[in-house]
């Protein structure tokens, strides 16, 4: 139970005292014969003649959450970037790939005897591995050799384009992959876990609790000449951001937003009926199969939480680690005092763990009571005054709740207390990756 169940009332995150002016206006279903398998642990890879050969297939375990009669996949996006989609030519031509041959012929894809190719760099290995992990389900595997011989096996896990083992992959089945493989781009090559909708059977739609952020939609076309390489802002695309996708300012993305505006798929994307309204999108800028990303706070990474008045973060006071340490605010300077983990205790509920003195945020006594100090203390099952809500202001940023809500002053060092939450820019806050 939160405090604004207990009490009727929520508090918010400040600084004492706060400034008096308002300021200017932050998976994958499978088929129903599969259920939630276990991810690609990050970083890992399947080493073959110590070569390494990119994404590699998970094994079965249990999932819930999934709020649909489908059965549940869950996967990691951390392709850093796709091989061949900065030319004028798309992935078809330059890079080997063939639509008119299965991807288990010969002549599939450039290696051998033309040394050129996907198969010739470990990024377009990368690359390959998620067309194949894309494209055939789990438990089919392609093996090919690049140009000194080297055999590498690619190992299918979601299956939109089964068709493409051995035979065509026509107009349908390249929209399906290209819409799927630009879903797992992650520029800075970091894996994270993601839930996603579409219109394929391999994907399916329904939402999962553990995965609260709609981040945004993505189709196209990459096999085409040139290729067509789209994405669209989700609702929440500005929220639970993670290093290397939308939100952050991902550098050196091989898609772009197509749509003028806010870029927001809701305006120019037709959206999925009931039952499953609010799911994603079938259709967006001419294409009509689209792949619909959920994300969480990435629980690996270290975020900055900044004030919006006046840009200083959250910080400990002096640096200290221990209980009882006071939270203030200090110009970020990129200490790991200054970092904070942000993991999901429960839907809609967070705890926020200092990097440093791995102690959470918690307030004085556990109290909402107005005024009351912000602070460091161990992590306990039992304190909802350590559970925090990030509910959006609409423009980028966060106010804190039902834990508390915090404001700031415009000086080094201040205390972070409790307030009830009026508006002021004080009481909002961004959070991002922190560098």
Same mark, same amino acid.
């Given at each position: 139970?939160?405090?604004?169940?207990? &009490?009727?009332?929520?508090?918010?995150?400040?600084?004492?005292?706060?400034?008096? &002016?308002? /300021?200017?206006?932050?998976?994958?279903?499978?088929?129903?014969?599969?259920?939630?398998?276990?991810?690609?642990?990050?970083?890992?890879?399947?080493?073959?003649?110590?070569?390494?050969?990119?994404?590699?297939?998970?094994?079965?375990?249990?999932?819930?959450?999934?709020?649909?009669?489908?059965? $549940?996949?869950?996967?990691?996006?951390?392709?850093?970037?796709?091989?061949?989609?900065?030319?004028?030519?798309?992935?078809?031509?330059?890079?080997?790939?063939?639509? &008119?041959?299965?991807?288990?012929?010969?002549?599939?894809?450039? /290696?051998?005897?033309?040394?050129?190719?996907?198969?010739?760099?470990?990024?377009?290995?990368?690359?390959?591995?998620?067309?194949?992990?894309?494209?055939?389900?789990?438990?089919?595997?392609?093996?090919?050799? @690049?140009?000194?011989?080297? %055999?590498?096996?690619?190992?299918?896990?979601?299956?939109?384009?089964?068709? +493409?083992?051995?035979?065509?992959?026509?107009?349908?089945?390249?929209?399906?992959?290209?819409?799927?493989?630009?879903?797992?781009? =992650?520029?800075? *090559?970091?894996?994270?876990?993601?839930?996603?909708?579409? @219109?394929?059977?391999?994907?399916?739609?329904?939402?999962?609790?553990?995965?609260?952020?709609?981040?945004?939609?993505?189709?196209?076309?990459?096999?085409?000449?040139?290729?067509?390489?789209?994405?669209?802002?989700?609702?929440?695309?500005?929220? /639970?951001?993670?290093?290397?996708?939308?939100?952050?300012?991902?550098?050196?993305?091989?898609?772009?937003?197509?749509?003028?505006?806010? *870029?927001?798929?809701?305006?120019?994307?037709?959206?999925?009926?009931?039952?499953?309204?609010? $799911? /994603?999108?079938?259709?967006?800028?001419?294409?009509?199969?689209?792949?619909?990303?959920?994300? =969480?706070?990435?629980?690996?990474?270290?975020?900055?939480?900044? =004030?919006?008045?006046? *840009?200083?973060?959250?910080?400990?006071?002096?640096?200290?680690?221990?209980?009882?340490?006071?939270?203030?605010?200090?110009?970020?300077?990129?200490?790991?005092?200054?970092?904070?983990?942000?993991?999901?205790?429960?839907?809609?509920?967070?705890?926020?763990?200092?990097?440093?003195?791995?102690?959470?945020?918690?307030? +004085?006594?556990?109290?909402?009571?107005?005024?009351?100090?912000?602070?460091?203390?161990?992590?306990?099952?039992? %304190?909802?005054?350590?559970? +925090?809500?990030?509910?959006?202001?609409?423009?980028?940023?966060?106010?804190? &709740?039902?834990?508390?809500?915090?404001?700031?002053?415009?000086?080094?060092?201040?205390?972070?207390?409790?307030?009830?939450?009026?508006?002021?820019?004080?009481?909002? +806050?961004?959070?991002?990756?922190?560098?």
């Amino acid at each position: 139970m939160n405090y604004a169940e207990v &009490t009727g009332e929520q508090k918010h995150l400040l600084v004492f005292p706060p400034r008096v &002016t308002q /300021g200017a206006p932050l998976f994958m279903r499978a088929s129903t014969l599969r259920r939630l398998r276990t991810v690609l642990l990050p970083g890992s890879v399947l080493l073959v003649s110590c070569q390494s050969v990119g994404p590699t297939a998970v094994t079965g375990a249990e999932a819930s959450g999934s709020g649909t009669a489908e059965s $549940d996949l869950l996967t990691i996006n951390g392709l850093p970037m796709i091989n061949g989609l900065t030319m004028t030519n798309g992935l078809s031509l330059i890079n080997g790939l063939t639509m &008119t041959n299965g991807l288990t012929m010969t002549n599939g894809l450039a /290696g051998i005897p033309s040394g050129m190719g996907l198969l010739t760099s470990s990024s377009g290995r990368d690359t390959f591995g998620y067309l194949v992990r894309c494209a055939l389900p789990l438990g089919h595997t392609v093996v090919k050799q @690049d140009q000194n011989g080297i %055999a590498y096996p690619f190992l299918g896990q979601i299956g939109v384009a089964p068709e +493409w083992e051995s035979g065509a992959c026509d107009q349908t089945c390249q929209e399906n992959i290209s819409a799927c493989v630009l879903a797992h781009v =992650n520029t800075s *090559g970091q894996h994270i876990a993601l839930w996603l909708d579409s @219109d394929n059977p391999a994907i399916g739609y329904g939402r999962n609790s553990n995965f609260p952020y709609q981040e945004g939609s993505f189709f196209g076309n990459i096999f085409a000449s040139p290729p067509t390489a789209y994405f669209c802002n989700g609702k929440d695309f500005e929220l /639970g951001v993670v290093p290397g996708r939308l939100g952050v300012g991902q550098p050196g993305a091989p898609y772009k937003n197509p749509f003028a505006g806010t *870029g927001y798929c809701q305006d120019s994307c037709t959206a999925v009926p009931a039952p499953h309204a609010g $799911d /994603g999108y079938k259709s967006c800028g001419g294409f009509n199969h689209v792949v619909t990303v959920w994300r =969480n706070f990435d629980p690996t990474t270290s975020y900055k939480i900044c =004030n919006r008045s006046n *840009g200083q973060c959250l910080d400990t006071y002096l640096g200290r680690t221990a209980d009882l340490t006071r939270i203030v605010t200090k110009t970020y300077s990129g200490a790991s005092s200054q970092k904070w983990r942000i993991v999901q205790f429960s839907p809609g509920n967070y705890k926020l763990t200092n990097l440093k003195a791995n102690r959470v945020l918690d307030v +004085w006594g556990g109290v909402p009571v107005e005024g009351v100090e912000t602070l460091l203390y161990g992590s306990s099952t039992l %304190a909802t005054s350590q559970l +925090w809500n990030f509910l959006p202001t609409g423009d980028g940023n966060y106010r804190f &709740t039902p834990g508390t809500n915090i404001f700031s002053s415009l000086t080094n060092g201040t205390t972070v207390k409790q307030w009830t939450y009026t508006g002021l820019s004080s009481q909002q +806050w961004t959070v991002a990756p922190a560098n």
